[in-house]
């Protein structure tokens, strides 16, 4: 008690570790463990990690037409959770996800348009389905890391390193591909669920 007869209340290391936001490295190092359990045996993951994932300017995802767009969140508007999988069979230590909205059968793709754009698809498919084909799958493939600060993470394509996963500075435009450095956000904040 101090001396107005009050307790004081000093933070146990429980309580300070809850408080603890983890970046995106820590939040997915489950999905690539550094040593397999049970002798030589992979980690298996039976459901997606889900994620709510915004940019840094407060642009959250949505399905729009069969459409990811990035736009302010309003009361009418679901919340969309995207589904990660890990890629097992490319370097763990770029922590290579799949992603797509949860619910919809559909995966995040890289792909170049006819015209040479490259750009970002929703291709019909189950994301569980690829992590369980232990294939390369570099289209559907985005390298995850903290970027930023510890609170923001970025997502590359593997199919075309250098270009990342981005929203326009404009609210309800479609998600896509962009390099850094430009006008477009690249940073995203996230929160599993």
């Not at 490259?118 to 903290?146: H, M, N, P, R, V």
């Not at 394509?157 to 450095?181: C, I, Y």
């Amino acid at each position: 008690m101090d001396s107005k007869g009050s307790t004081s209340h000093t933070p146990k290391p429980q309580e300070e570790k809850e408080c603890h936001k983890k970046t995106w490295n820590e939040e997915i190092a489950d999905l690539f463990p550094k040593k397999p359990m049970s002798g030589n045996v992979p980690v298996k993951v039976d459901n997606p990690y889900l994620y709510r994932i915004w940019d840094v300017s407060q642009k959250y995802f949505f399905l729009v037409n069969n459409i990811l767009v990035a736009k302010h969140q309003d009361s009418n508007a679901p919340e969309l959770l995207m589904e990660v999988f890990p890629n097992t069979v490319l370097d763990p230590e770029m922590m290579p996800i799949f992603m797509g909205p949860q619910g919809s059968k559909q995966c995040l793709s890289c792909e170049k348009s006819p015209e040479g754009q490259i750009q970002l698809q929703l291709k019909e498919g189950d994301i569980k389905t690829l992590y369980d084909k232990k294939e390369e799958s570099l289209a559907f493939t985005l390298y995850s890391k903290t970027d930023g600060s510890p609170e923001t993470c970025s997502f590359e394509s593997a199919e075309f390193p250098g270009w990342f996963l981005s929203t326009s500075s404009e609210s309800n435009k479609p998600v896509g591909l962009s390099r850094q450095g430009g006008t477009e956000n690249t940073l995203f904040y996230f929160k599993r669920h």
